[in-house]
């Protein structure tokens, strides 16, 4: 079946570090790909998504290219902030049926001043 | 105000009592989901509804059942709660009119069976 596989965290950086999130996918035909984030204390919501091969998603200086030939979406960012500390989640929708998103098990970002 | 809410948003019972958890949204969604997050696991989906007479289970449906009392509203039960049914439990809605719809995701009610 479809699955997502996500780097193991917590990752720990410095502000203004360069972050990259893994992420690897296994799915039947070409899914859409997100990248949801959780902040403490909230529900998820939607950082960015791609829905076919070659996009790249952006948002708040987030990014994810939608990799058909290594089945990855890793999840960049050039400098991040004390404020990105959360747990990130890649999720792909399934293409046949019902569009269920499968998550993988996220990756908590911790940005120390 | 938030679009999907949750209440309550913290519960502590016992193994055996029956408990409800309920969602509302504001967002004029058909779609409704109920998730659990357990850690290193993700979220899992428990059911969803594509509108109030269609409910359908999720990968782990045992030991929950719903009931979609309007399109604002969803509520989960445990009919018979037991330890192993800890979790943040998630609601979620979107919008069938979208390819690929996002799901917006409620607060989290966070429960803990004893």
């Known amino acids: 079946g479809d699955s997502v596989t996500q780097m193991e965290g917590p990752v720990t950086l410095s502000e203004e570090a360069f972050l990259t999130i893994n992420c690897t996918y296994t799915?039947?035909?070409?899914?859409?790909l997100f990248w949801y984030v959780q902040y403490p204390g909230e529900g998820l919501q939607l950082l960015l998504k791609a829905t076919k091969a070659d996009d790249k998603g952006s948002n708040k200086g987030f990014e994810a290219t939608y990799r058909k030939e290594t089945t990855s979406f890793h999840l960049e960012k050039g400098s991040v902030q004390v404020s990105d500390s959360a747990v990130y989640f890649c999720?792909?929708?399934?293409?046949?049926?019902?569009?269920?998103?499968?998550f993988g098990t996220g990756t908590r970002l911790l940005v120390s001043p | 105000d938030a679009d999907v809410t949750q209440t309550p948003r913290n519960r502590i019972t016992k193994t055996g009592k029956r408990i409800m958890l309920e969602c509302s949204q504001t967002k004029g969604h058909d779609r409704m989901y109920w998730y659990r997050q357990d850690p290193g696991l993700g979220l899992r989906l428990i059911y969803y509804?594509?509108?109030?007479?269609?409910?359908n289970k999720g990968e782990i449906s045992d030991g929950y059942s719903v009931s979609r009392q309007a399109q604002a509203k969803f509520s989960l039960s445990l009919e018979s709660a037991i330890p192993n049914q800890t979790a943040l439990y998630f609601c979620?809605?979107?919008?069938?009119?979208?390819?690929?719809?996002?799901?917006?995701f409620g607060p989290g009610t966070r429960l803990l069976v004893l």
């Open positions: 799915a039947t035909g070409y899914p859409s």
């Open positions: 999720a792909l929708s399934a293409v046949t049926g019902f569009q269920k998103l499968v």
């Open positions: 509804s594509f509108d109030v007479k269609d409910i």
């Open positions: 979620a809605t979107s919008d069938p009119g979208l390819k690929q719809e996002t799901q917006y």
